[in-house]
């Protein structure tokens, strides 16, 4: 139960940081769940210890998460720019492993020097999640980016594997230099093909199924996500690498046919909003997670009176400066050499190499991957001489591996903003203003159904418009827009009723006296609609002696034969149901006409209040078959609306008002409220 509420809590955490990152977004959403988690470890009643197979850890967090970076990176970017990417991915991850574990063994003889090692491959992958957050203010040229995304999926898997071998060899005490390079190439190209093998397989399974006529969006996102677990599985029972295995099934991303059509499009939209949740949460988890463990990581570390706790914070600030710099000299040598390739005109000078690598410098924090295999350091093992010894120094270890993640991420979140250019807006964000023009859209579709509105499907079309109406609130609430209440159209609507009504009592359609009450009644609405009840003005004059007119004329009729209160109050009800039905009319034809200036919502919101007067009056109750009926058509109308705004989107876009990034993310919504409808259908 207890690992229940803790499991209840990390998740609580993830919830609630993607509430503060949309609150406080200079501040990168793995430092807020790294705060969270502390919170949730220094509140808790007891010390927070979670023990997790280091395999198990690897397929349940690793895994998926690489798998998921490998679908979605820009393919032809990163063979674009292989070089550099591998150049960073295994060149730089061996040269930091080296050097930083000859600096913690001189540091902390007691580590090992095989312990160090494998503290140094750790440091080596750095975190996706944060390199993509780099480019939402900063302006990173489009190279560095593809560069920094690529380097970001491959070093994981290069670090990991680097990683296996350094412990391996802490833990046996032997190592060849000889048999270390022939595993390594086993473990890497062994998991490529591997990978590449089961990708295919899947590929072909997919393809199988769909050929029996099984277009099922639940197995086939299912099988994509149990994926990366069998492939992870499979390779590692082969003896090769399952990481390097997982990130080559998810580069050539075969689960996902290149046909179009109506299935694959819903089976795209479907996978693609599974796995941004699963991948937010396997990520937000594992931070949570750090921040849970950094005090009891911390603890051990920080009350051992043989090391001072000064030194420990220098120990990693130094780790920090030593892996910058390592990275900030590869970067800058790979950037000269890149530079001197180009032509002669195009060559950026000496200030723009060493600005572009000190950005890329520190734009590669640590994250989920160093603090997941560092994790994995086992607490003993099997010596073949000393028989079960604990591992040295694992605790320290964790902790500097900590503290370089945590520094690494305020670097990236705080100074690299400084050191980057800002983005300057594009002519495309100029001219996209996705807010206002989304309320354009969804008031042009509210005016195309009510224009399509017939008698048949008039109560499902305005249970339609409603929620479109509704949608059009929680865009104007969420983007702090005022919806002052609309009193001149309601004024308007006023003006009409009555000037019917006078209409009728001069056709001598409705009795004077039952007129005259009714015109008294929409006559006070009007004078509270315009918030001069109780004040004294020539209007108000006039109506008060009109009334009092009124009055003693119908005490005086009271009495005659035809017009009792009963008949009265009825002839009233009709009188109002008249005079509704008319100004929906109006409303109606002011919906549906070109030059009317109103908001659509307030007009359709206006013509369904009187509507409900309409059948309140009437007192309808409808049966049971009357309601399923609506419920029918009102789901043809909604995905008549869905259409519709699909149309409206591809307008706007055409005509320079939406951008192709909100043009995509707006078919996409339509999209999945196309999806849901036909779930629910």
Known sequence: MEALVLAL?????????????????????????IGLGLLIALFAPSQINITLDPDLFLVLFIAPLLFDEAKNVDKGALWKNRRPVLSLAIGLVVVTALIIGFAVEWLEPSIGLFAAFALGA?????????VASLSKETDIAPRDKSILEGESLINDASGIVAFQFALAAATTGTFSLLNASLDFVVSFFGGIAIGLALGYLGNFLVRRVRSWGLENTTFHVLFEVFTPFIVYLVANQLGTSGIIAVVAAGLVNVISPRTIGPSISRMNIVSSSVWRVLSFALNGIVFVFLGTQLPKAMQGTWDD???????????????????????????LAMERYHSHRAPEGQRPGWRADVRSSLVMALGGPKGTITLAVVL???????????????????????FLACGVIVVTLLLATFVVPLLAPKKPPTDEDLRCDETQVSLEILRSVIEELAARQTPENRTATQTVIHSYNQRIARIKNSNDILDEPNTALRLRALDWEQDYVLKLIEAEEVYPIVGYQ?????????????????????????????ALARTGWHRLLSGLPGVSPTERTQAIRELQIKGSEHVVGKLQAMLTSPECNEPAEDVSALVMEYQRTI???RNANPSITALTRTGALATDVERLGLRLELEQIQTRYEEGDLCRASAKRLRENVYLMQVDLEDNV
């Open 9 to 33: 809590l990390m998740l609580a955490a993830v919830l609630l940081s993607s509430v503060i990152d949309q609150l406080v977004p200079k501040v990168s959403s793995p430092l807020i769940q």
């Open 122 to 130: 750790a440091l080596g992958p750095t975190d996706a999640v944060a």
């Open 305 to 331: 009176v043989s090391i001072d706790n000064g030194v420990l914070i220098g120990y990693i600030l130094l780790l920090t400066l030593i892996y910058v710099a390592v990275r900030f000299v590869w970067l």
């Open 376 to 398: 994995t350091i086992p607490v003993t093992y099997l010596d073949p001489l000393r028989g079960v010894v604990a591992f040295p120094q694992r605790e320290l270890i964790i």
């Open 518 to 546: 009714y015109l008294s009644r929409l006559a006070h609405i009007e004078n509270l609609l315009k918030h001069h009840a109780g004040r004294w003005s020539l209007q108000n004059a006039y109506l008060r002696m009109r």
């Open 615 to 617: 059948s309140m009056l």
